[in-house]
Structure formats: C-alpha cells, structure tokens
C-alpha cells in the first residue's frame, strides 16, 4: 500500500516538480553567463583601476564592499570568496536569494500539503479508511523526499555543467585595452638651490596576465557535485520543519503561513548577522546558517564553528550537514509522532 501511496504523491508532484527543476537548471546556466561578463570584462577593468591607482586588487575590494556594499558582499558569501577566482564566482549561484527562495517554496509546499492539506481537503479520512496506518503515510510522504529531493538537486548540477560547457573557456576580454599603470617618470627636484634627479618612478602595476581558462579561470564542473549534499540537507530540514507543523495544523494555508514567516524569520536573522554583529549570535538558531554549499565545492571545511558565541574564536566544530539533515529528521519523528495519536476532523 505504501508503493501505491508514493506513486499517488508523485503523480501529484509531477508538474510542480517539473517546473522547480527547469527553473533551478536555467538559473545555473544564466548565473554562469553572468559571472562569464564578470569575469572576463569587468575584472580585468577593475585589476587596471587597481594597477593605475598602485593599489592592490584587495584594497579595491574593501572600498566597494565598505558600507552597503557590505551586504552585496553578504549575498555572495562573505570574505572567504574570492571575487577574482572562477569557481568562487560560480558558487554563489548555489546560496543566491532567488535559489534559496525556489528552494524554499518547494519544500514548504510540499510539505503543508503532506498532512493538513489532505485533511483541508477532507481526503485524509478517505485515506485512512483504506488497509494504510498513519505511519505508512509519514513513511511515504519520507520516501518521496528521497525520490524528488535528489532529482531538484541533479537539476541544479545539470544547470551547472551546461553553464561551464557554455562559457568555457573562460577569457580575460579586453585586457590589452584596460586601463594601463602610467610609464616610468623622471622627476627633478629643486631644494635650497640644489637639484636633484629622480629617474625610474613606476606608478602602478600591470595584473597578471592568465591563459583562457587556466589558473583561476578554469572551471571543474564535478566539484559541483559536492554543493548537492548541501541543497539535500536544506531541503530536507525544511521538509521535516513543515512537516512537523503540518502534523498539528488542519487547514493548509495557516500551515504555509506559519512556515513561510517562520523561514523568512531565519533567513533575515542570519543576513542581518552577518552585517550587523551584535546580531550574529542570533545566527546558529536559523537553519540557512548551516546551509553552506561553497565550502563543499572549493574543498573547504565541511563545519561551522559558532564563533558568533566566541568573540569571533572558534568555539566547537560541527558538521553543517550533520545539523540540517538531523533536524530534517527530527522534525519527521515529531511528525510521526502527532500525527498517529491526532483528531482527524471530518470534512465540513
């Protein structure tokens, strides 16, 4: 019965599935375009800037990214990524607004339909009055996360490696025609009648000139493949938040109200601390501080670190997926647990 059950769910997802797939995929090939103009034309514009003013490209960034700039710099995943490094760039279109949105939508979705959405629809007691206990409904609604989390993931992948394949190989645009450091200068000086030459003062420097897609522009599709394990682990945290909730509530749209402004709740609360810091202990409470896909893909840590509880000093390492995916099924468990001791109200 529970076979029967998942295959009804699925045909059920089928096209909203369908649509967070195409939009996720598309996303990942238009964000790869995007960080190609980057990249390869305004980059180098900015190492000449750099080069002309003789300052380095880091000092440049602190002044774009000072004030409100600080929360650009936020969105794109703070000072561990490299503005000038391809696959960094790349990475951010794995912890963009919009793709944690989608993201966001489905799972909540998904999730407030599971249980009050069958009961608002006065559909649970029929379902319940067929040989299928109320275990074997949590049971099902959890295999069909393991079916359909893992596919808006591979889309995800899929819009990655399309968009790598697209841009490939990646080019410093322009260079010759950037904004050059000034030649050597000689200067002569006059003081208490006494001249004095200075010969061979250079100002600025000329950025290193990179081979098309060699050294920081090259592009490693695979290791985009690490990012999923990520993605899994929100969505399944989301999904087993809501499901919880939606274990407790019996009309649909008051279950995704409370979910949505619960999420929402988190999502700024972990935005807000990474710019203001008296609000940054605030931080590990949300779920999107876990929620770190880039570390995966430039081989970074897998852990955070709580130093927001520290003076900024790493208190204790824990694993972000150990977290998210632990809350995920904590919230199943919970669910499971509501559901087989509630009411069901009988359809009005």
């Known amino acids: 019965m529970i076979k029967t059950l998942v ?76 503005l000038n490094n391809a696959m960094d760039m790349f990475s951010v279109g794995y912890i963009h607004p ?29 379902l319940l009055s067929q040989p299928v206990g109320r275990g074997a409904v949590i049971v099902a609604h959890l295999i069909v996360d393991l079916i359909t989390i893992p596919i ?36 002569e000086l006059g003081v208490a009648g006494l001249q004095f030459k200075v010969r061979d003062i250079s100002v ?22 690490g990012a999923m394990l990520a993605v899994a682990s929100l969505l399944f945290s989301i999904t087993g938040v809501t499901m919880a909730i939606s274990a407790f509530g019996r009309f649909r749209f008051r279950v995704l109200g409370i979910s949505v402004f619960l999420v929402l709740i988190m999502f700024l609360t972990n935005v807000i601390g990474q710019v203001w810091e008296p609000f940054s202990i605030l931080r590990p409470f949300t779920i999107f501080y876990y929620y770190q896909p880039q570390p995966l893909i430039l081989g970074k840590p897998w852990m955070v670190t709580f130093a927001e509880w520290n003076s900024g000093k790493p208190l204790v390492h824990v694993p972000f997926l150990l977290v998210l995916f632990g809350l995920g099924g904590f919230g199943y468990l919970i669910a499971g647990r509501i559901f087989s001791q509630r009411d069901i109200p009988a359809p009005i």
């Not at 295959?7 to 089928?14: A, E, M, P, S, T």
């Not at 238009?30 to 800037?49: D, N």
């Not at 489905?106 to 006065?122: H, K, V, Y």
Request: proline letters at 5%; one cysteine or more; hydrophobic letters at 50%.
């Open 98 to 126: 919009l793709v944690q949105t989608i993201l966001c939508i489905w799972a909540i979705g998904r999730a407030a339909g599971a249980l009050a959405g069958e009961i608002d629809r006065g559909t649970m007691e029929l």
């Open 7 to 82: 295959f009804k769910i699925l045909r059920d997802l089928r096209l909203v599935l369908f649509v967070t797939t195409t939009l996720l995929c598309l996303f990942q090939v238009f964000w790869a375009k995007i960080m190609e103009r980057i990249l390869a034309q305004l980059a180098p514009f900015f190492h000449g800037m750099a080069g002309y003013a003789g300052i380095e490209i880091a000092d440049l960034e602190k002044v774009v990214f000072d004030g409100p700039g600080k929360l650009m710099r936020t969105f794109i995943g703070g000072d561990s990524v490299d």
């Open 204 to 225: 600025g420097k000329s950025p290193p000139k990179i081979e098309a897609g060699k050294g920081k522009l090259e592009l490693r599709p695979m290791d985009f493949g």
């Open 152 to 187: 808006i993931c591979l889309s995800l992948w899929l819009g990655s490696a399309i968009g790598c394949t697209l841009v490939a190989p990646l080019t410093l645009k322009d260079y010759d025609n950037m904004i050059q450091p000034m030649k050597p200068l000689q200067i």
